[in-house]
């Protein structure tokens, strides 16, 4: 074990929260840290499982699951790296009502695909959607296309409804994940560590928060933030800011061409003609995401939608001209075909 990669987690940890004004991590002292020595700052505060003495030293409990709630949220969807042993002895108040981890020795990472399918996964259980549950863990690969979307979705309802007749702090997130697990045998579902280690923290969460207030549901504190996140990062905006992005991706001039001629009977394919139909591939499925997304929302928001998809396929056509033509253009000069004048 190298502690200069604890401290190297406990510094890049404390930098996502630099403007925090609720969570912060302990400095560390580089002089004094080395592989089997860590060396951070004295960490003054009550452990965040003791409710007692939060009270006693006049803190909220509440606000302090807030926070935590908080915290973990921005840890999991905004940065994609999380404490993974967030336990009530490894987190404490200090005097300012500051939470402050420690112990960085188990750290998770997810990637922002699987925070964008973890987010839409989430909400769509406490929506009770169980189609969209299915369609999630169908678009990210965690079932084979040959599995019945109708029985796994059938699967999912067997798992969330009993929870949801309870009131909302009896309700389990991490368990509803750990009993998602219990599904992969049945339809050969790729088992997904990263979430294992997610499923096993989200546990410990849920543990320090009922410990702080047994009545309020951590999840539902971060639930606005979830859906809020997932409208920046996936509303129609955004789908229709990274179609365009990658549309002008490909259209950008290629680099110069190879000037040795072609082989005789074989042209060697326009440059940049894969980036752009790549683009193009991409701009048509986010667009068809983007859609049949809108097609669940009520009919006012799928009204404004609508209108949003009319204009961009009005306005792609003459982008997908463009296109060609360039396509067109780039043939020719890597077969040394000259344009015809006019």
Not at 74 to 79: E, G, I, K, L, P
Not at 86 to 96: I, L, P
Request: net charge positive; aromatic share 8%.
């Amino acid at each position: 074990m190298d502690l200069r990669m604890e401290a190297a987690a406990a510094e890049e940890l404390g930098g996502n929260f630099s403007d925090d004004p609720g969570y912060r991590a302990p400095t560390i002292d580089w002089d004094r840290t080395a592989q089997r020595v860590l060396t951070l700052e004295r960490v003054d505060g009550i452990p965040i499982g003791d409710r007692d003495g939060i009270v006693a030293a006049g803190h909220d409990p509440d606000l302090v699951m807030k926070k935590a709630a908080e915290a973990f949220f921005y840890q999991v969807f905004r940065d994609g790296f999380f404490h993974a042993d967030m336990h009530g002895g490894n987190a404490f108040v200090d005097r300012a009502g500051h939470i402050v981890p420690v112990d960085f020795g188990i750290m998770g990472r997810i990637d922002e695909d699987t925070r964008g399918y973890l987010a839409e996964l989430l909400v769509a259980f406490l929506r009770r959607d169980y189609r969209a549950v299915a369609e999630v863990q169908f678009r990210a690969g965690y079932v084979p296309s040959d599995q019945s979307r109708e029985m796994f979705a059938q699967a999912c309802r067997s798992i969330g409804e009993p929870i949801f007749g309870k009131p909302s702090h009896e309700i389990s997130i991490a368990r509803l994940l750990a009993q998602m697990l219990r599904v992969t045998e049945q339809f050969e579902m790729t088992v997904q560590p990263q979430l294992l280690l997610l499923q096993k923290t989200m546990l410990m969460a849920e543990g320090m928060g009922t410990r702080l207030n047994p009545h309020v549901n951590i999840w539902e504190l971060a639930r606005p933030l979830i859906e809020e996140w997932m409208l920046s990062h996936f509303g129609p905006r955004a789908t229709i800011g990274r179609a365009v992005e990658d549309l002008a991706q490909g259209l950008r001039p290629p680099a110069a061409p190879d000037r040795q001629p072609a082989r005789r009977g074989r042209a060697r394919a326009a440059p940049g003609r894969g980036r752009i139909e790549g683009s193009v591939a991409r701009y048509r499925s986010r667009l068809a995401s983007a859609l049949r997304r809108d097609h669940r929302r009520p009919r006012p928001h799928r009204r404004h939608r609508r209108v949003v998809a009319l204009g961009l396929i009005a306005g792609g056509a003459p982008l997908q001209w463009r296109v060609m033509v360039f396509q067109k253009n780039m043939r020719r000069r890597a077969t040394g075909v000259a344009r015809p004048q006019p």
